[in-house]
């Protein structure tokens, strides 16, 4: 069974740092590719990162370059999303999900429950 769990959200104060966590299991990343994707109420949903570890290949979106880090452990079947200075529009539920064979366009067909971050002004 393919399962994707977050976790790392919480509150935290504007400058401030998170790292979320996305577990994988029931598929390996050789296979396939992770997205971060993240909502805010009333926004549609936004493509954050993405990580291809087979290849190292990494996808920003413009507005968390520079501040956004993905990685992968794939002894550890877990990719990272470490977030750094943290703005008040980065307030939103992020999800990771899973898309074979690597990052793009192709429908991501597995999503994790979503994990909630906060950021206060």
């Known amino acids: 069974e393919v399962q994707l769990v977050e976790s790392g959200g919480g509150l935290v104060q504007a400058g401030g740092s998170l790292r979320l966590s996305c577990a994988a299991s029931?598929?390996?990343?050789?296979?396939?590719?992770i997205g971060w994707f993240r909502q805010a109420p009333g926004k549609e949903r936004e493509g954050v990162s993405c990580?291809?570890?087979?290849?190292?290949?990494?996808f920003y979106a413009d507005s968390v370059k520079g501040r956004f880090t993905i990685s992968s452990d794939n002894a550890e079947n877990t990719v990272y999303l470490q977030m750094n200075s943290l703005k008040p529009e980065d307030t939103a539920v992020y999800f990771c999900?899973?898309?074979?064979?690597?990052?793009?366009?192709?429908?991501?067909?597995?999503w994790g429950q979503g994990t909630q971050v906060t950021v206060s002004s």
């Open positions: 990580i291809d570890s087979s290849t190292g290949t990494t």
């Open positions: 999900a899973a898309v074979a064979p690597m990052c793009g366009p192709s429908e991501y067909d597995y």
């Open positions: 029931g598929f390996t990343f050789d296979d396939r590719a």
